[in-house]
């Protein structure tokens, strides 16, 4: 089991960048792809990217490529979300998530383990 807590939203004016933070618990971190999704007030939960096991390969929504990046530290247990450039559409709750399949799925249903999510504001 994985247990994920997100940190570092806040807010920001457009234009600016923030980098979110995703702690993860538990030996088997390394085994897993995380995935990085964000949710608006009345808006179902979207994918906005994914990092493989090893932190080689990444995937993005196309909303957000060229913005924002993702890696992770194995050592530190740690995932991160780089996010530049951000616009007043980004704002919304962003959670991580821990998913078995070592393919960077885009599917919420995919994902085994949430965190508790953590807001981000973009004010213009």
């Known amino acids: 089991q994985v247990q994920l807590v997100e940190s570092g939203g806040g807010l920001v004016q457009a234009g600016g960048s923030l980098r979110l933070s995703c702690a993860a618990s538990?030996?088997?971190?390394?085994?897993?792809?995380i995935g990085w999704f964000r949710q608006a007030p009345g808006k179902e939960r979207e994918f906005v990217g994914a990092?493989?096991?090893?932190?080689?390969?990444?995937s993005y929504a196309d909303s957000v490529k060229g913005r924002f990046t993702i890696s992770r530290d194995n050592a530190k247990n740690t995932v991160y979300l780089q996010m530049n450039s951000l616009k007043p559409e980004d704002t919304a709750v962003y959670y991580c998530?821990?998913?078995?399949?070592?393919?960077?799925?885009?599917?919420?249903?995919?994902?085994?383990?949430w965190g508790q999510g953590t807001q981000v504001t973009v004010s213009s």
């Open positions: 998530a821990a998913s078995s399949y070592n393919d960077r799925p885009l599917g919420v249903s995919l994902y085994d383990y």
């Open positions: 990092i493989g096991r090893g932190g080689w390969s990444t």
């Open positions: 538990g030996r088997t971190f390394s085994m897993y792809t």
